[in-house]
């Protein structure tokens, strides 16, 4: 296969800008450097192949780039946030127009019920807006990612097809009785969609760095979003309160627009947020899983302690299983940004055993929350809700399992920690596969109850 210098440059330059702590110009600056380098090497009889390759051992290793970068993007970082260079302007103007556009677009989706009879405040809105709720924002977010990346057709086309089948799905199923098959489909389509929109975001990548990266964005994003949402509440508290003050309604104003293209829009511009602050504020996700790493860890504890003394148990009631649940999820996607923050090559250390244990915690606190599930079903009967929760339990508790292991090597053994990684990508697609089938699968085997 013929060399190709262009393809192969522009690989290294999405490479170093994955790992966040270059700044666009900082990219070009480097680029211009490396195509002298392989100038200067084909000058003297190397062919293209060798010259790029030599040129790229020249310039130095990612790591020790992407320190450096990092520390003087860190010094002038208000600068930048605020004060973006006379070179960029336009092309930040055209950004921040797109990016408004498409949240507004993401709005427009929103109010798509409400033409065929589904006001956001009507008694049966509800479910259509539940099942739908993804299908707003997400494929407008994959749209921009994909036209960001330059992706390939195939990686679009993909995704296109989980939404187009998302939507067949949650919306031409005959849901009927209690629908509790329709409530989960709506709730676990969002995160289908979300987990199928992996591809569009690293296209370039290697798969199991590609989803490590998908998953620290995740959140990056998911701290985004939540500033985002508790900046709207405020407003939208503020709002109501003012015009009230002048005897003047603006709850229906509110509900229908604000909420909807404000809530929709969200999402899109976290999104953009992440992918243009990253080279500044960089790893914010990890940074803040190892500050709340150890509070987690004495809070499961402690919840542990008090189950067992009280001897109270979790399935006699529901609502303090299903935050337990949640206290799991996000034990989870803690270790997992904390290890993302990780330098492949640090010794272990302090927070290192702090994330260890927390691992071994999340791991026992599952086994009573699925021997909880387990007693529930063999007392009250199979249901969706009940298949849908166990399912996800057992993959929570293999996926820590596997991540005690790899890590517990890491510690212990002196394992590479690619071997977590990889770990974590297979994890990454079999908690893809639940959610399909709780999407596509659950409704049928149920009856569509």
Not at 23 to 35: A, G, M
């Amino acid at each position: 296969m013929k060399f190709n210098m262009e393809q192969k440059i522009g690989d290294w330059k999405k490479h170093l800008s994955s790992r966040g702590s270059f700044l666009p110009e900082d990219l070009e600056e480097l680029e211009t450097h490396l195509r002298e380098e392989i100038n200067e090497l084909r000058r003297g009889s190397l062919d293209a192949e060798e010259a790029y390759f030599i040129a790229i051992k020249r310039l130095g290793k990612t790591d020790a780039l992407s320190r450096e970068f990092y520390k003087i993007n860190a010094q002038s970082l208000w600068k930048h946030l605020f004060e973006p260079s006379l070179g960029r302007d336009k092309t930040a103007i055209r950004d921040t127009a797109l990016i408004i556009g498409l949240a507004l677009l993401a709005g427009l989706l929103g109010k798509i019920p409400h033409l065929f009879g589904y006001p956001v405040d009507g008694e049966a809105a509800g479910p259509v807006y539940l099942r739908n709720l993804g299908l707003f924002f997400i494929p407008v977010i994959g749209g921009w990612l994909a036209w960001q990346r330059k992706n390939t057709q195939i990686h679009l086309f993909i995704f296109a097809l989980f939404c187009a089948a998302g939507f067949l799905a949650v919306n031409f199923y005959p849901f009927a009785g209690e629908r509790h098959t329709e409530i989960l489909a709506g709730i676990h389509l969002p995160i289908l969609l979300w987990l199928a929109m992996e591809r569009l975001y690293g296209p370039g990548q290697e798969i199991v760095s590609g989803r490590m990266n998908y998953i620290s964005f995740s959140g990056e994003f998911f701290i985004y979003s939540v500033l985002c949402y508790l900046g709207g509440g405020v407003f939208i508290a503020f709002t109501g309160a003012l015009f009230n003050a002048l005897n003047l309604d603006a709850e229906k104003f509110i509900s229908e627009y604000v909420a909807v293209f404000g809530g929709l829009g969200v999402p899109v511009a976290a999104v953009y947020l992440v992918e243009k602050k990253k080279a500044l504020i960089e790893n914010m996700a990890p940074v803040l899983a190892k500050i709340f790493t150890p509070l987690f860890l004495i809070l499961i504890a402690g919840f542990l302690v008090a189950l067992l003394s009280r001897q109270t148990r979790l399935s006699t009631d529901r609502e303090i299983l299903i935050l337990f649940d949640l206290l799991l999820i996000l034990v989870l996607g803690l270790v997992l940004y904390s290890l993302s923050a990780r330098p492949e090559a640090e010794k272990p250390g302090f927070s290192d055993y702090v994330i260890f244990s927390l691992i071994v915690l999340a791991l026992a606190a599952d086994l009573f929350a699925m021997g909880a599930i387990l007693t529930r079903l063999s007392r009250f009967g199979v249901t969706p809700n009940k298949v849908a929760a166990l399912g996800e339990n057992v993959l929570l508790f293999v996926n820590l399992a596997g991540l005690a292991f790899t890590f517990g090597g890491v510690l212990f053994a002196g394992k590479a920690i690619r071997r977590l990684e990889t770990w974590q990508s297979r994890c990454y697609v079999g908690f893809g596969v639940w959610m399909g089938v709780v999407v596509f699968i659950f409704p049928l085997v149920f009856r569509f109850a």
